[in-house]
């Protein structure tokens, strides 16, 4: 075999604690190397062409190559090679940065094991082999997990491009917290009114499969190629029967022990619901806690007035199975609550602020209701405990955000434009109303952003304090405010009629399961991971599956419409081709030697060992044995380890590759 | 178990009213303990905020004197005392260079350290809930009373998590076992003005009459304390406040020791009742069904 | 204009554009002038670490609190004074420790520890205001009213003779150093009959080894171990 070293000096990352010269000397001394070189950035095109036309004088047959970590440049060095005419996979890389040089001061002993490292990777091309990428067949068919708007944007985008979306949501509507906006900053433009006509569109694109109050059950598989099992709850209303005439909901006799989810607990609703007028689907479900026939058995007050027999008590959940080629996950958020937390919660509750008991003390969302036309108070904001208008209301931002007491370090982003939303809002319909806002910082990075709340101030006159808030308790049916302004150093106590809270935007209840379900790293507090916070941030580390919107973090609708959008995008690229092309750096199991123990399968955390039954040339039966299936192994090596008899194989980990090397060890 | 009492500087003297019925009532539980012999003062607010060395030093010695003398927890009454013993021994668990510091001075050991309670924690888990109620013979239902925590008892939080810092409800369980009512009311946990009652009299008075008025206005007939600083504050400079608040309403304090005494039918000279600035014999001969006394 | 000038001039000193000459301003802005000045140039010639001394003492860093105000929010006593607690971490966080150590701020806390449970970024005030005491006292710095410090004073001393607390000594003491001989007279007789006070005092056995903690912990200057965990 004819190989070529190349050591590259990555710049000084290299070069500073690496004498690569000598290492590529030392090299030259190597039995099999006819060609060495150093070179200040091998990845470089320059660098590139060097290696094509070493290859190309010295007819090499292997290419060993002294660099950063193969994470980095493996694949380019290995289309370097392709395209100088030999096979990719007769490429080494030794990792001579993050396996030396960024981890030693010593240049002397630094060099030698720099040295060592290409010597070992020297003797184990020796043993490589030509391999073929393996190719597997892509599902075009994408499934969006969530209704919110980005699950909407990004549902639209795919369907718009002529490929099949499915598209879950486990509340009984989509449209997500969008849909429980008054009006949206900084246009002030109505929520529900940008957001409805995008809702129906899903529901009437012939691309998308709308499957809402579903949930997903499981996921198995992998890029291109995922089964996804769908659990449908059982809405007890036939879908294809129900019109939409709102009968059974108005006839409910449940009318008080219901608690509105969308309307963030501050009215109650019907057994038999649709959460809102614009829902999508307009079909309604029956709260079977609440409903008073499978409490009893009695009622059935709904049945009788469906003029389509819609109703169906005995209908159960549904599963359905789908095979889709990428997922987006578009989860969105949950408002972290101050009421007291269990022990072992890594949140703790707001006790000085009364730990939610006061009535009067509510939340942005509950606040967006009050503010909306279609809400509890038909848009007038009153106070939850008397119903009469407040005169004074206090807004507090950072109410666990940047609380690391609380537990929760990171900021909201949203809080502080949707709170000047709201006190604009709050002075617009109560011009003699007083409001307050107690801030530590104003984040107004966006378009228009930080005009929006200079508003809010100059024109609106709503009154900013800068200071946080110490305690707030009710005397007399107001709430008293004991805070502070650090600007000017006094102390200020607020006899305020309502206290909204702007409270932190923390992770969708649950969101840890679903990213165990796919397979998807998730951070303590439940966000979900992307695979690089700079240049990666729609894609997860787990191929095929991107983030959309709020489930990765706190962010605004035009973020979060602009990251569906690019999830969307994502996902075409991988609609764009036919195949897919797998790495064959994969096991394979030698049929004459297994003796069909099939431990290998029981330790495969992907699923990928199969059996085989070998016969002879009668058809009898033979043997069974262990057999890998080459679009689910990822490569791991744990069969390879588990193997007693060595049956099984790592192609291009080979056992003889291994022990050049450890034997390359030994020498020195 | 080997119990031992802290008694601590003030029930000696101008607490001594809390001593007293503190005794009676665990004697009527036939609660076993020992004083802790030879103990010295915590060192109070004055150490602490004065010298690190001296306010971990002086509650260790109590610590050690405490183990040595084979005891395995110790209750100390006064809030002060108790959060300055569980403070050091929280201290020289954390932080070896003070403890190495402590162990040169007392040429000891300090690798284990008795546990220590406060008085709401001993009746909690050395008479039980259970035993009060069923040992009450006098019927304090017509008893309104604003249970007053004060400072020390529940802060700091990562220390003392024995009730919750912000709403404690675990007095209210004692009273209410012990039959009287607990009203709602919003100044538990708010400072009474503390050691400033000699430096900074005005201070404690202004402090001290906003929380008296706070159960007054949530119609509170007496305010039990477990702090005898809190006590002196609220029941000696309540006189004070008399005086400079012609208005204001006198609402007597009692220490939780004499609530629990009185439910239990033990007299009111024994508790200490008549010992107070501020004379509580008034009010609960006119709510109790019986005399307590003059 | 005599505000303008001043504000220019501060500022062109800070960002050394160009150096004014002082013959432009008045003799007023010129006081003024310097004492913002000097406050600010007394930062680099301090000679004791004082930011490094309280962060070992305490265990607390203030480069952690982001001023948000909540303590002074919640402080019983924030009324009381023109300095709030959380300026007094900004006078360390600026480097200007002689305002911190001489404020009334730091005498008038009441150790009620209301701050340190309520702080978003778990600074331990409390912990922090007793070491800034501490230097405080043992570097000489003293606020105007000096009656706490006189308090705390009787109150160890006390200790230190008898090993436990003596009221009657301790208020002699009191009011011998602060010349208040008539305050709370009236409570005295209440006291005497009630038995709440007694005249002599209880003396403990040891009394040695509270001499020695006394003298110790006066010389000692102790590190803390661990800072903002």
């Known amino acids: ?668 | ?294 | 204009m005599k505000g303008k000038t001043f504000f220019l001039n501060y500022a062109y000193k800070i960002f050394g554009l160009f150096t004014i000459k002082n013959n432009n301003l008045s003799s007023e802005d010129k006081k003024s002038f310097d004492s913002v000045n000097s406050a600010v140039l007394r930062k680099n010639t301090e000679t004791i670490d004082y930011k490094k001394l309280v962060t070992e003492i305490s265990g607390q860093d203030p480069s952690i609190c982001y001023q948000c105000g909540k303590c002074s929010a919640g402080c019983p006593v924030r009324a009381y004074t023109e300095t709030p607690p959380n300026r007094i971490i900004r006078y360390f966080q600026l480097g200007l420790y002689e305002k911190a150590l001489k404020s009334e701020t730091i005498w008038l806390c009441t150790g009620c520890m209301t701050c340190s449970s309520r702080c978003p970024k778990n600074f331990e005030l409390s912990k922090f205001m007793d070491a800034l005491r501490e230097i405080a006292v043992k570097n000489n710095y003293k606020p105007k009213n000096t009656n706490a410090i006189k308090f705390h004073q009787s109150f160890l001393n006390q200790v230190k003779k008898y090993g436990r607390t003596f009221e009657f000594g301790m208020i002699r003491d009191y009011k011998l150093l602060t010349g208040k001989l008539f305050q709370d007279i009236d409570a005295a007789p209440a006291m005497f009959i009630k038995g709440k006070i007694s005249i002599m005092p209880h003396k403990i056995s040891d009394k040695d080894i509270i001499q020695k903690i006394f003298k110790d912990s006066s010389e000692q200057k102790v590190k803390a171990e661990n800072i903002s965990e």
Not at chain 1, 404 to 413: P, V
């Open chain 2, 1 to 294: 178990m080997n119990l031992g009492y802290y008694p601590g500087c003030s029930l000696t003297g101008t607490a001594k009213e809390y001593d007293a019925s503190l005794r009676e009532v665990l004697s009527s539980f036939g609660i076993q303990f020992n004083e802790i012999n030879d103990w010295s003062c915590c060192g109070a607010t004055s150490a602490h905020a004065t010298n690190y060395l001296l306010s971990i030093a002086l509650p260790a010695r109590n610590l050690l004197l405490a183990k040595h003398q084979g005891m395995e927890e110790i209750f100390a009454p006064c809030a002060a005392c108790f959060n300055r013993l569980i403070s050091s021994k929280h201290e020289l668990e954390i932080n070896k260079n003070i403890k190495l510091k402590v162990e040169d001075l007392y040429t000891d050991k300090f690798d284990s350290s008795p546990e220590v309670i406060n008085v709401v924690q001993l009746f909690l888990q050395h008479i039980g809930l259970k035993e009060i109620s069923t040992k009450k013979k006098i019927d304090l239902s017509n008893l309104k009373i604003a249970c007053y925590y004060g400072c020390l008892l529940l802060r700091p939080r990562q220390i003392l998590e024995f009730d919750d810092n912000e709403d404690p409800q675990m007095m209210e369980e004692i009273i209410t076992a012990a039959g009287a009512k607990a009203v709602k009311w919003d100044f538990k946990t708010e400072c009474c003005g503390a050691s400033h009652t000699i430096a900074n009299t005005e201070i404690v008075e202004n402090l001290s009459r906003k929380i008296i008025e706070n159960a007054a206005v949530n119609k509170a007939d007496l305010i039990v304390v477990a702090c005898p600083m809190c006590h002196s504050n609220l029941d000696m400079r309540q006189k004070n406040i008399l005086k400079h608040n012609p208005g204001h309403k006198e609402i007597p304090v009692l220490y939780l020791t004499q609530l629990v005494g009185l439910a239990i039918g033990i007299d009111y000279s024994k508790l200490g009742l008549n010992l107070h600035f501020i004379n509580p014999l008034p009010l609960l001969n006119s709510k109790l069904k019986k005399e307590v006394g003059t």
């Open chain 1, 1 to 668: 075999m004819k190989i070529g070293v190349f050591v590259c000096h990555c710049g000084e990352n290299i070069s500073k604690t690496v004498d690569c010269s000598r290492v590529a000397k030392a090299c030259a001394e190597i039995p099999g190397v006819v060609h060495t070189e150093d070179y200040k950035y091998m990845c470089s095109d320059p660098g590139q062409n060097i290696i094509k036309q070493a290859i190309k004088e010295k007819q090499l047959d292997g290419v060993v190559i002294g660099a950063c970590s193969p994470h980095m440049h493996e694949k380019t060095f290995r289309k370097v090679c392709n395209s100088a005419g030999i096979n990719p996979y007769m490429v080494e890389i030794a990792n001579l940065r993050e396996h030396c040089s960024w981890i030693h001061d010593d240049i002397e002993a630094a060099t030698r094991k720099a040295i060592d490292l290409v010597h070992i990777a020297i003797e184990k091309v020796k043993y490589n082999e030509p391999l073929i990428p393996i190719r597997v067949p892509i599902s075009k068919k994408a499934l969006v997990i969530g209704g919110g708007i980005s699950g909407i944007q990004a549902s639209l985008d795919i369907a718009n491009s002529g490929f099949q979306v499915i598209l879950v949501e486990k509340e009984p509507s989509i449209g997500g917290h969008m849909s429980q906006l008054s009006e949206t900053f900084p246009t002030l433009d109505c929520s529900q009114c940008i957001l409805t006509p995008r809702m129906v569109e899903v529901y009437q694109h012939p691309n998308i499969k709308l499957m809402t109050y579903s949930e997903i059950e499981s996921v198995d598989g992998f890029i291109g190629n995922f089964k996804v099992r769908i659990r449908k709850k059982a809405r007890h209303v036939r879908e294809d029967l129900c019109t939409g005439c709102g009968d059974c909901t108005q006839k409910c006799p449940i009318k008080k022990s219901a608690v509105s989810e969308f309307e963030e607990g501050l009215t109650t609703r019907t057994a038999i619901y649709v959460p809102f007028p614009q829902a999508v689907p307009n079909i309604p479900v029956i709260d079977t806690e609440a409903c008073t026939y499978f409490k009893t058995g009695k009622c059935q007050m709904c049945v009788k007035v469906c003029g389509r027999g819609a109703i169906d008590f005995k209908q159960q959940d549904s599963f359905v199975e789908e095979e889709v080629g990428a997922i987006i996950v578009a989860t969105g958020y949950n408002l972290y609550s101050i009421d007291k937390k269990p022990e072992g919660s890594i949140y703790k509750g707001y006790g000085e602020y009364g730990y939610g008991k006061f009535k009067d003390v509510i939340n942005g969302l509950q606040f967006e209701r009050l503010a909306s036309a279609s809400g509890p108070t038909s848009g007038e904001i009153l106070r939850p405990s008397d119903k009469k208008q407040p005169q004074k209301i206090v807004f507090i931002q950072c109410v666990g955000s940047r609380d690391e007491s609380k537990g929760i370090s990171y900021c909201s982003k949203i809080c502080c434009m949707y709170t000047a939303k709201h006190a604009m809002l709050y002075k617009h319909k109560v011009p003699k109303g007083e409001a307050y806002v107690f801030y530590m910082d104003i984040r107004a990075g966006g378009k228009m952003y930080e005009e929006f709340v200079r508003r809010a101030i100059e024109e609106d006159g709503v009154n900013y304090i800068r200071g946080r808030v110490s305690r707030i308790y009710e005397s007399n049916g107001k709430l008293i405010v004991k805070g502070e302004d650090t600007i000017a150093g006094e102390a200020v106590e607020i006899d305020a009629d309502l206290v909204v809270l702007a409270t932190a935007m923390i992770a969708q209840e649950n969101s840890s399961s679903l990213a165990q379900m796919l397979g998807v790293p998730y951070d303590k507090h439940g966000f979900m991971q992307e695979a690089h916070p700079k240049l990666r941030p729609v894609e997860t580390s787990s191929g095929g599956i991107f983030l959309a919107g709020a489930c990765n973090s706190p962010r605004d609708i035009p973020e979060s419409v602009a990251m569906a959008s690019a999830a969307a995008a994502k996902a075409l690229v991988l609609f764009g081709s036919d195949v897919l092309e797998r790495e064959p750096v994969i096991a394979k199991v030698n049929e004459s030697t297994c003796a069909g123990c099939f431990y290998c399968q029981k330790v495969c955390a992907y699923n990928a060992i199969e059996r085989k039954i070998i016969k002879d040339r009668l058809g009898n039966f033979i043997k069974e044995i262990a057999y890998v299936n080459t679009s689910l192994c990822q490569g791991c090596g744990t069969c390879n380890a588990t193997c007693p008899s060595k049956s099984v194989e790592l192609i291009g980990f080979k056992d003889d590759q291994i022990f050049a090397e450890i034997l390359a060890l030994a020498e020195v």
